[in-house]
């Protein structure tokens, strides 16, 4: 198996955009979790399932062709021959992601899916149980994390500068709320892996973060295996 990094957090802190730019640095694959289990949420909207059907959703999960295409700086998400990239970023989608999550049948077929692609090749995991329960073996892990008014800020900048008309107290509502559902559910809750890095990024720009952890990763990699030196 090749080398695993694995980034979890909660939503807001930072993490795609991090993760994203490890792993072009790394020329590692990046894996975007949170992207399967918000095609997961659009499926089952589609098919008008209910999250409560549990074998309903193991066969939906079955049947969905989930492609990751990186051909420019933000990766897409295909189902089949569909380009769901955008669809899935609503603040509908990011509630129903975080409730269909804590379906055991969607996790196990999630898990399973996102094992077969850590086999394969150096591998950047963002999501929330990347360190503790999918990857519990990977050679790297990091925390990411930052206050929840910090994050509901950034949150709220983004959407604002997409001309979305929502307010700052919705955001700040919504995310306590998903993370009260992320950490509070029975099966791989958002926690951090007792062997992560704990990162918080409340008062630390993008670049500190990548580099911090880059140099965290390139450290492991090169003393595990006498790899040049790190270029900073
Ligand atoms: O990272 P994100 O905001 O795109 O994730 C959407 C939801 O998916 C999140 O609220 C919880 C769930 N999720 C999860 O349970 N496990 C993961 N590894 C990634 C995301």
Redesign the pocket.
Same mark, same amino acid.
């Given at each position: 198996m090749d080398k695993i990094i694995t980034i @979890?957090g909660?939503? &807001?802190a930072g993490? +795609?955009t991090v993760s994203r730019i490890v792993a072009k640095e790394l020329d590692f694959l990046y894996l @975007?979790? &949170?992207? /399967?289990? =918000?095609a997961v949420?659009l499926q089952a909207k589609m098919q008008d399932l209910d999250f409560s059907d549990g074998d309903g959703l193991k066969e939906m999960c079955g049947r969905l062709d989930l492609r990751f295409v990186s051909d420019g700086d933000v990766p897409r998400i295909f189902n089949g021959e569909e380009d769901i990239s955008l669809v899935? =970023?609503s603040p509908e *989608?990011? /509630?129903l $992601? +975080?409730r !269909? +999550?804590?379906v055991k049948e969607v =996790?196990e077929a *999630?898990t399973g899916f996102?094992r077969r692609i850590g086999a394969k090749r150096g591998l950047v995991?963002? &999501?929330? @149980? /990347?360190g503790t !329960?999918?990857f519990p073996d990977a050679d790297k892990k990091f925390f990411v994390t930052a206050s929840v008014e910090v994050r509901a800020e950034r949150r709220y900048q983004e959407r604002a500068y997409r001309g979305e008309p929502i307010l700052k107290e919705e955001v700040l509502a919504e995310l306590k709320k998903?993370d009260e559902?992320?950490s509070n559910?029975s099966i $791989?809750p958002?926690h951090p892996a007792s062997d992560a890095l704990i990162l918080d990024t409340s008062f630390l720009s993008i670049d500190e973060v990548v580099k911090a952890i880059l140099i965290s990763t390139r450290g492991y990699l090169e003393d595990g295996e006498n790899a040049e030196s790190p270029q900073f």
């Open positions: @979890d909660p939503a &807001g993490k +795609s @975007d979790t &949170g992207a /399967m289990y =918000r949420a899935i =970023r *989608m990011d /509630m $992601a +975080s !269909v +999550s804590a =996790r *999630m996102q995991a963002e &999501g929330r @149980d /990347m !329960v999918v998903r559902q992320d559910r $791989a958002l």
